[in-house]
């Protein structure tokens, strides 16, 4: 265990200390002489970011519930902490008991976003752990990494042991089972690692070969023995009504990115999005219980304190009882003062009396995503959503009090024009007009709009996962056109900054050998990347030069359909003829309905049985 004196003096001196103390309200502490596995949940962002993640609440209660599994958390420390730590000899340690992550059994990564692969890297080192798989040894712990990124795991693939594909909470369990009882029989971690790829969704890099044409693409990946799958096929729960979800969560001190009650309502969508990930591997669409929900809500409102109750979902208008759970909810809530926030809605799935009602408690902002500026991008996209949709609601929001309205739309979207771009102007002035059509003695608050444009990231597993990115200078160019544009105290542009998208695109479609430039960007000081203050484009681009990697290559060229993708072997249920039928008809700018409508198709139904479908 770190000592608690040296600890309390180096807190002294970070911003934050909360971030490093744990002891907050629910957590959950054991008795080491009953435990027999010990797990460290690591968020590789900051306590803040990675307490507002439900999957870590989730997991963390899972675990804990054996009696022989020891769950903790630990969160990549912000600087001034690691500097303090690496003062005073303190390595990463994780929050409930403050021992070294060393002494773990495993440390398991969550993977949200590809820019947090540095602080994957930096957390090992903190912990004093060989960062490449190859050079740990029997007594290292075992990493292990989840999440959406791992649908493309293998930029990781040097560092990571064992991800995990798919939904984790059945699969992570399973492993850990196998690992105690292959403990208690002696076995090695090699024996451990070959006996859980026996395990639907387990995916060992180590245990296979990657072989490249002379043109840098992929020839052959091939296990390096026949006893391994050749594909990884992702795992789902089936039902979520019989899926655990925790009863009372952790509550931290400080305030955090969501300070709220996370209800998730379903899993999967079924809009078809072309540009979503999400969209398509997390297919197919289960739906928990209105009387599950509610019952959850009380029992966690009791337990946590928080003052509101999210809705947590793809596309929250789309649950089939959204309405049934509404009332439900507000008819039990709204006198104690709890609010709602329904992410994502659509106003048109609400009587207005509802809405009224969700806004007297509390007062969210509006928020559409359009995505693009025209009715033909948007139908290139499969966006069902129509201009007269958020006419029509952006002129009840109006009606009903709202003033402030955010509208977000992504630049360089497959077969964006210079029309489609000014279409992103047109739109926001016209949400202006309407405000102003209210009669002035009827208008309510001061108009406020904010435009955000986010860079086009291709992202596997989606119909343009074979599409070129936009190179930085093109954003730029984009970029300005609506800076030139939008000159109107009413509306406020924000957009992101392409040379993060550039990165992250070269890390979402990436192989393995992209390891050596991630191992060389965190050698050179890259961390926290996702924060645009510590974002360090140059030092990426020498770690690019140093180990010769051209990372246009990745984010920049166009695939063609006969290409073998990094990812491909890996089983997402949603087959690729239809990501390849859902690209030509985004290119004719056909529509695909929402299947709930009718099957488009997708082959999830035929790999997975569960769901709507
Ligand atoms: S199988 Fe059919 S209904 Fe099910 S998600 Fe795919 S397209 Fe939709």
Redesign the pocket.
Known sequence: MISREVLDKVLMKVEKPARYIGNEQNIIEKDLDNVKVRFAFAFPDVYEVGMSHLGLHILYNLLNEEEEIYCERVFAPWVDMEEQMKKNNIPLYALESKDPLKEFDFIGFTLQYEMSYTNVLNMLHLADIPLLAKERGEDDPIIIAGGPCSYNPEPLADFVDVFVIGEGEELTLEILNVYKQMKEEGKNKADFLKEITKLQGVYVPAFYEVKYNEDGTIKSMEPKDDSYPRKIKKRIIKDLNETYFPEKVIVPYIETVHDRVMLEIFRGC?R?CRFCQAGMIY???RERKVENLVDLARKLIRATGHEEISLSSLSTSDYSQLEELVIKLLDEFEDKKIGLSLPSLRLDSFSLDIVERIQKVRKTGLTFAPEAGTQRLRDVINKGITEEDLISSVTDAFGLGWSTVKLYFMLGLPTETEEDILGIKELAYKVKNIFFKIPKNERKGNLKITVSTSCFVPKPFTPFQWYPQDSIDTFREKINILKDNIKDRKITYNHHDPELSFLEAVFARGDRRLSKALLRAWEKGCKFDGWSDMFKYDRWMEAFEETEINPDFYALRERSYYEILPWDFIDVG?SKQYLMRENEKAMNGELTPD?RQG???????KAFTG???
Request: aromatic share 0%; glycine share 24%; hydrophobic share 25%.
């Open positions: 079924t078809g297919r197919p669409v949603v299947c099957c488009t198709g997708c082959g999830i139904n769901g709507v479908c």
